[in-house]
């Protein structure tokens, strides 16, 4: 009677030489492994007719005690039932992702007046879902820019026409506030509420700028009509749009629908970029990790991830773009590297992304302990924004000015990850005239590291700018002027997005919202800010309070420094009798301060 191992090599005999996926199994037939081939026979035969290098592959060949194989028509359907045989089996020796996390949806529920609303729930009830989005503050954003253009209602009442013909309900606070414009009581057709959901439907595909060009044809048709009012109405949503998609992550007009997707591996997982973009925008961008069991090649996990994002992402992008050039093949999609220009640059990003989710959750992994919470912050930051020093000493800019005048800018001061308040310093912007941002950053950091140069004190390993490029660029200047660019990192980060700039990088990185390395920085750029916007307050305040009694004739500073310690403000020296304000400065000057105020 034949030994298993002695069916196993009957078995891989009689294997077709068609497409297919294969199965072993153990002593105990139970799944140890699935796989693809474009030709089963050579495919399996190579397990057991060469040296294998791989010591989990030589344990997993030991312990094969059954084959089992499904042969299918195309390699593409042979991807695809690998792929679903894994999430259902979870072979020990094949690829898992390690991400089970439930993401949030967007939702447009199946029903007269549709509400669109988030949810981590798919329900078949013929609703219509967008996403996944792996971040919730980009749903919330999204969300709160959907109804910032667009009355919809949030009520979960029945709003069929047989309801609203019975006059069943009646308006709530949200149609008073205008946010809703009272479908329920027959205020507004469902034919109209239709048309915000269709340009809905386009924005969280990314396509803004077919909802603009439709506004626009709207608008113009009330122009022509006489109908200014609608036609402001319309392009008050115009400009609301063009602001968000000035806020969003610009890839180029000429790109359309692509995916991106990178890999990079280490001895025990790989780190996966994916990028969906869509009408020049980046509409989805996720990075996660693979848990690899054998030696698996980037087409390997390409092969296995790429399908599983696509569904999950709703992508029906025809063009895949990728690092290195691989073997696979999928029907209706084709796989491009890119060697230059706006595609290639996609990559780029998309590496950078990989690289930095990978070395951040290889440092959660290594450190553990509680003691060591503050080393372990500053390591995360030395990586995340590739310091060569763990950033001990970190120092944030930020600026503040009223309509041009009274410009400040303040420099907040982080010592082992905490506030070092004593440090804090605000600057009056003295050489700038006018609202220039860039130039008052530019003055402040100069007079900042000039006076620690002169003084001897210690530098910062990290410089913080709070802005995009430009101010990045003006702080690098100040920098170069003191022969210190290269010797100091500097980074910029944006608001809203929380876009991290570096110098001579035009595209920005995102660190994962969770990070407490973006946290620290967040604390920092929030810590200068408030800082900032209290010296500006103070300072506009005592402006205008020395303009008024300084414009008096024969009233100076010192005079005018004694009222206030006197009578405090301004008010009651005004109500003061001509007695009081002498028993502070004198009959003669009282007489001039009574007269002025009379």
Not at 171 to 196: A, M, R
Not at 231 to 242: G, P
Not at 493 to 519: C, M, T
Not at 569 to 592: C, P
Request: aromatic share 8%.
């Amino acid at each position: 009677m034949p030994s298993q191992r002695q069916d196993v090599q009957l078995k891989i005999q009689s294997l077709p030489d068609k497409p297919g996926v294969y199965q072993f199994f153990d002593a105990s037939e139970k799944i140890m492994y699935v796989g693809k081939a474009k030709n089963l026979k050579k495919r399996v035969s190579s397990y057991f007719n060469k040296t294998l290098e791989n010591g989990k592959t030589r344990v997993l060949v030991q312990q094969i005690r059954d084959i089992k194989y499904i042969v299918v028509e195309t390699e593409l359907d042979a991807l695809l039932l690998e792929n679903s045989l894994i999430k259902k089996y979870k072979p020990k020796y094949n690829i898992q992702l390690k991400d089970d996390k439930t993401y949030p949806w967007i939702c447009i529920k199946n029903e007269p007046f549709p509400r669109v609303f988030t949810t981590r729930r798919v329900i078949k009830d013929g609703s219509k879902y967008f996403g996944p989005y792996p971040s919730v503050y980009v749903v919330n954003t999204l969300l709160s820019f959907i109804k910032e253009v667009y009355p919809l209602r949030n009520c979960n009442l029945d709003l069929s026409a047989k309801k609203i013909a019975e006059k069943k309900h009646k308006v709530c606070l949200e149609y008073h506030l205008g946010n809703c414009k009272g479908g329920c009581v027959g205020y507004e057709s469902e034919e109209t509420y239709n048309t915000y959901i269709k340009d809905i439907e386009h924005i969280v595909k990314g396509n803004l700028t077919q909802v603009i060009n439709t506004l626009k044809e709207k608008m113009l048709q009330h122009s022509n009509n006489l109908e200014f009012e609608e036609a402001q109405a319309l392009k008050s949503k115009i400009d609301t749009i063009n602001r968000y998609k000035a806020k969003s992550t610009i890839v180029s007009p000429t790109i359309q629908n692509v995916d991106v997707m990178t890999v990079l591996q280490d001895a025990k997982t790989a780190f996966v970029n994916y990028l969906v973009i869509n009408d020049g925008v980046i509409i989805h961008g996720f990075t996660t990790e693979v848990n690899k069991k054998l030696d698996e090649t980037d087409e390997d996990i390409i092969g296995y991830v790429l399908p599983e994002m696509r569904e999950r992402f709703n992508s029906t992008s025809k063009e895949v773009l990728l690092s290195a050039k691989i073997g696979l093949k999928l029907e209706g999609v084709e796989f491009f590297v890119p060697q230059r220009g706006d595609k290639k640059s996609l990559i780029e990003l998309s590496e950078r992304n990989t690289k930095f989710y990978r070395l951040e959750k290889l440092k959660q992994e290594k450190i553990k302990d509680p003691e060591r919470h503050t080393d372990r912050i500053l390591e995360q930051i030395r990586v995340d924004f590739r310091l060569q020093d763990k950033p001990v000493h970190i120092e944030c800019f930020d600026n503040s000015n009223f309509q041009g005048t009274n410009a400040v800018s303040a420099c907040v001061v982080f010592k082992n990850g905490k506030p070092s308040k004593k440090d804090y310093r605000h600057y009056n912007i003295k050489t700038v005239e006018g609202p220039d941002d860039f130039a008052s950053m530019e003055e402040a950091v100069y007079r900042r590291y000039r006076r620690l140069l002169d003084e001897g004190e210690s530098l910062p390993q990290l410089i913080v700018i709070d802005g995009g490029k430009g101010q990045l660029s003006a702080s690098l200047k100040a920098l170069e002027k003191l022969d210190l660019r290269g010797k100091i990192a500097i980074v910029g980060i944006a608001k809203k997005l929380e876009e991290i700039f570096f110098p001579g990088d035009s595209l920005p990185i995102y660190i994962d919202k969770r990070s407490e390395s973006l946290k620290v920085i967040q604390y920092l750029r929030n810590e200068a800010h408030r800082f900032g916007i209290t010296h500006h307050r103070n300072k506009r305040s005592k402006g205008a309070l020395i303009s008024e009694i300084t414009q008096i004739k024969g009233i100076g500073p010192k005079t005018h420094e004694e009222l206030m310690k006197a009578f405090k403000t301004v008010s009651e020296i005004s109500k003061a009798t001509e007695e009081e304000i002498a028993a502070v400065i004198g009959k003669a000057k009282a007489k001039i301060v009574r007269n002025y105020f009379q």
